[in-house]
């Protein structure tokens, strides 16, 4: 069975990482790159500020928290898992696209992508975004949701993960979330 979820993970994330174009090449690396969503995460942060006043500084903290939490479970797993990634597998070496950093370069990122800890972070963002920072209109959730979609695919466009790696890592981010923020509720506190 693990056999053939894995073939139609390889499948999944050939068909996808295919559908690409030299000019969306430095675009999906832009996009993948964490530092130029800092403006995002600041306007985000400032909202749930003028939302929240003082109760933001305590959401903020479980953010980062949550954030920290993703990401190091992430870094735990693909250091047990140790599934490689697709920029590393010898087999897809001629049929995966990669791209070229700016450096010239190929982007390949680390060994090992299982999983996606870009992919658990967005999606531990999104949520917050949904639960706290949103006002729960329908475009600021589908904007969201959008960008964390965005992200995941931008990361198999690069050849760094499998499809799966990616949806991995949104349930996991999904569960991280959850888990801190009911738990944090369920302790008797108030957000």
Known sequence: ??????????????????LHASWLDPIMYWISD??????????????????WKKRSMVLILLLVLTITLSDQS??????????????????????????????????????YGFPSAHASN????????FFFAGNRKMWVLLAIFFW???LGYSRIYLGVHYW??????YLL???CFLAVFWGFKNLRFKI
């Open 1 to 18: 069975m693990l056999d053939t979820l894995s073939h139609w993970d390889t499948l999944v994330t050939l068909f996808l990482n295919g």
């Open 34 to 51: 964490r530092f130029i969503w800092i403006p995002l995460y600041l306007f985000i942060l400032i909202i749930t500020i003028i939302k």
């Open 74 to 111: 992430c870094n735990w797993l693909k250091k047990n898992t140790k599934r490689l990634r697709p920029s590393h597998t010898i087999e897809l070496e001629h049929k995966i696209h990669l791209v070229e950093k700016s450096d010239g370069e190929v982007y390949r990122g680390g060994q």
């Open 122 to 129: 967005a999606m531990v963002f999104a949520l917050f975004v």
């Open 148 to 150: 964390a979609a965005l």
């Open 164 to 169: 799966l790696d990616v949806e991995s890592g």
């Open 173 to 175: 981010g999904a569960i």
